[in-house]
């Protein structure tokens, strides 16, 4: 089993910049991958950005690139997104999540998730 926990969202407004945090515990040797995904009210959970926990490898979505990114720190077991500049449409529950594989963009591989945290950008 392994427990993330996220933090660092908070109330921002357009253009601004947000860190989010998800501390890792457990059984945090069999980490692949970890991830971001966010779920605006209404609509799916969209993957946002992942990264390879050892090789340090990232991918992100196509909304976010350029303005967002995300990092980890292997000692911390803590995984990182960096947010800037951002956009009243990046509003959203944000999630962090790992998986034991590689980097995946399906919130279905991903066995473990946190419990959200809140991101609302105001214009």
């Known amino acids: 089993q392994v427990q993330l926990v996220e933090s660092g969202g908070g109330l921002v407004q357009a253009g601004g910049s947000l860190r989010l945090s998800c501390a890792a515990s457990?059984?945090?040797?069999?980490?692949?991958?970890m991830a971001w995904f966010r779920q605006a009210p209404g609509k799916e959970r969209d993957f946002v950005a992942t990264?390879?926990?050892?090789?340090?490898?990232?991918y992100y979505a196509d909304s976010v690139k350029g303005r967002f990114t995300i990092s980890r720190d292997n000692a911390k077991n803590t995984v990182y997104l960096q947010m800037n500049s951002l956009k009243p449409e990046d509003t959203a529950v944000y999630y962090c999540?790992?998986?034991?594989?590689?980097?995946?963009?399906?919130?279905?591989?991903?066995?473990?998730w946190g419990q959200g945290t809140q991101v609302t950008v105001s214009s």
């Open positions: 457990g059984r945090t040797f069999s980490i692949g991958a």
């Open positions: 999540a790992s998986r034991g594989g590689g980097i995946a963009t399906l919130s279905y591989a991903y066995g473990y």
């Open positions: 990264i390879l926990w050892r090789g340090g490898n990232t």
